[in-house]
């Protein structure tokens, strides 16, 4: 005989995980640009006295991303990163969230960002490689993206 019943409904719910994970991200997004914050920021703990509702999202986000990833945290991480909601966000729940990044590059002459008002998480990746393989051609590629955001 086939599955259980359970186990289908089970399935069917862990397979929804990732859509309501890019509806959570896009609110936390709307409220950190509301100012609605926690006093830990991003992180996986909360210390504040009267949690408000970035508070509160985020520690329900985070326990969808542990029933996604069966109890675990996902790519290595152990819980006590000072991003932890961040850095568990794949691309997509990162770009429903509205946010930019903004990373200083040593030898920039400004910030690379990352996100809605910046570049896509495969230029930061394909810097990175250009580093690894050509550190010498690493500040021209990254003075290159700057100056390709300066004109978006």
């Known amino acids: ?3 259980s019943i359970q186990a289908i409904i089970a399935s069917k719910k862990k ?3 990732p859509a309501r994970l890019e509806k959570g991200a896009a609110v936390l997004g709307r409220l950190w640009q509301e100012e609605v914050r926690c006093l830990s920021g991003w992180s996986g703990i909360c210390p504040c006295e ?3 509702d970035f508070c509160l999202g985020k520690k329900k986000w985070l ?11 996902p790519y ?3 819980g006590t990163e000072g991003f932890l909601v961040l850095e ?5 729940m990162f770009i429903a969230s509205g946010l930019t990044i903004v990373k200083n590059v040593p030898g920039a002459q400004a910030p ?7 570049t896509v998480f ?3 990746l394909d810097l990175e490689s250009i580093y690894e393989s050509d550190p010498a051609v690493y500040n021209d590629a990254v003075q290159a993206v700057v100056k390709i955001q300066a004109i978006l």
Do not use: F, W
């Open 112 to 118: 690379i960002r990352i996100g809605r008002k910046g």
């Open 15 to 17: 397979a929804m995980i």
């Open 1 to 3: 005989m086939g599955e």
């Open 63 to 73: 326990s969808l991303v542990k029933e996604l990833y069966d109890g675990k945290y």
């Open 76 to 78: 290595g991480l152990s």
């Open 88 to 92: 568990c966000m794949t691309e997509r």
């Open 122 to 124: 495969q230029t930061i």
């Open 50 to 52: 009267s949690p408000n």
